[in-house]
């Protein structure tokens, strides 16, 4: 029979101790950052969103939880029996005293080992320069032929079609089939690019549907991959759903997250486009065509006036005018002659009045000339008594004889 301690031991509570362990797991830096492999069980999805789990292997199993955020984002259809890469951390559930792990990430066994051969393969071919922004080239906006890339018989073919025929049904198409998926897949698909190639369209799409990592890895092969970076056509690639990433995308001209949106970015220009700027040209055509009436009137008008001005005919009336108003001044000007002519004229006729003879006899004096000869008297030993004269007066003249002289 077991002897008591003489030293009193520590006594835990569950709690306390279950809080302990609990501590002791989540502070423990590699169990919150670990993948754990193995096989869904006992899947539950309740009405709260939250998905619960159990991982098992051939020798334990692991209860699981993920919360309805991380649940969200799951492009992965869970069932019991699938084989899962889960990621997450280590943690206690206290009311039932069990460990657990809460994944906030699950993808199919295998992918892991897939996902780094893809970083590695994307590393290596982004040190060539086979991704550099630098190489790509624009996506001609109306595209008169367009190449495909994908497979006859699948969904995106069909969604890529349609597109096309809505966006654009002028645009001639030519498909390059190709298997998308398998061992086979990587050479067709080159093989589809060469022939398409050849061909020179305007624009290569490169597309498939969604599917796991595996089903995409056709388009992580390094031989499709620098196939799509040598393309000397434009190409836009299309594969999988938007938050699919293949190594292609990084080595296409351009990347589309779906099929439908690579048509969609082939056929950046659409038949509403055309249409609206067909009219919208037209607008521009009418008004530049009115405009250029205007100005040509305007230009014209302008010849015309100057035509006008420089015409014979406008130098003949101005002449003519001219002519009138240089008649007008020269008689202005010869009466104006002729009234200072009449006025001196008028002036020296006053003062060869005043002058004249006449005007002095007009006064009361007469002018005496002998009767024999007419010689003037104008003083008195001119004449003899009885001499013959003649007396001129204002209005006539007389004779009379000198009886004597004093």
Same mark, same amino acid.
């Given at each position: #029979? ?30 919150? %950052? ?15 969103? &939250?998905?619960?789990? $159990? ?10 939880? #993920? ?7 799951? /492009? ?10 889960? &990621? ?15 994944? %906030? ?25 086979? !991704? ?12 008169? @032929?367009? =190449? ?62 969604? =599917? ?7 388009? /992580? %092969? ?18 999988? &759903?938007?938050?699919? !990433? $293949? ?22 220009? $659409? ?11 037209? /607008?521009?055509?009418?008004?530049? @065509? ?10 014209? +008008? ?6 006008? !001005? ?7 009336? $101005? ?51 002998? +009767? ?6 104008? &003083?008195?030993?001119?004449?003899? +008594? /009885? ?10 003249? !007389?004779? +009379?004889?000198?009886?004597?002289? @004093?």
């Amino acid at each position: #029979m077991a002897q008591p301690s003489l030293f009193t031991s520590v006594i835990w509570s569950v709690s306390r101790l279950t809080q302990h362990i609990r501590s002791l797991l989540e502070t423990d830096v590699t169990l919150q %950052d670990v993948w754990v492999q193995g096989e869904i069980s006992n899947l539950a999805r309740p009405a709260s969103g &939250h998905v619960y789990f $159990t991982l098992k292997d051939a020798a334990a199993s692991l209860r699981c939880v #993920m919360w309805r955020t991380d649940a969200r984002r799951l /492009n992965l259809p869970l069932q019991d029996g699938m084989a899962v890469e889960a &990621h997450g951390k280590i943690g206690v559930y206290e009311p039932q005293g069990q460990y657990q792990f809460y994944a %906030d990430l699950l993808r199919p066994a295998g992918e892991g080992a897939l996902y780094q051969e893809f970083l590695r393969l994307k590393s290596r071919l982004e040190a060539e320069g086979l !991704f550099d922004t630098a190489r790509k080239r624009p996506i001609p906006p109306l595209p008169r @032929t367009i =190449g495909i890339v994908t497979s006859a018989s699948g969904a995106a073919l069909r969604d890529m079609l349609n597109t096309l025929r809505r966006r654009l049904p002028l645009v001639k198409v030519i498909l390059a089939p190709s298997p998308v998926q398998g061992e086979e897949a990587p050479p067709a698909l080159v093989s589809a690019l060469e022939a398409l190639e050849r061909l020179s369209p305007d624009v290569i799409l490169l597309a498939r549907g969604g =599917g796991s990592i595996e089903d995409l890895w056709a388009f /992580n %092969d390094e031989r499709v991959v620098r196939a799509v970076a040598a393309c000397r056509v434009p190409l836009i690639s299309g594969v999988g &759903h938007e938050t699919d !990433f $293949t190594l292609t995308d990084f080595a296409a001209d351009l990347r589309a997250p779906t099929p439908t949106a690579a048509a969609e970015l082939a056929c950046a220009v $659409t038949v509403a486009d055309l249409t609206s700027r067909l009219g919208e040209t037209k /607008n521009r055509l009418a008004a530049s @065509t009115l405009n250029l009436l205007a100005a040509r009137k305007s230009r014209l +008008a302008s010849l015309a006036a100057r035509l006008r !001005f420089s015409s014979p005919q406008r130098r003949i009336q $101005t002449d003519r005018q001219r002519l009138d108003d240089l008649a007008r001044r020269g008689f202005s000007a010869l009466n104006h002659c002729l009234s200072l002519k009449e006025t001196r004229l008028q002036g020296l006729e006053r003062r060869l009045q005043a002058l004249s003879p006449l005007a002095v006899l007009g006064r009361g004096y007469a002018v005496v000339t002998k +009767a024999q000869d007419g010689a003037l008297v104008s &003083h008195v030993g001119q004449v003899q +008594a /009885n001499d013959d004269i003649v007396v001129r007066v204002m209005d006539g003249q !007389f004779g +009379a004889m000198v009886r004597s002289k @004093t």
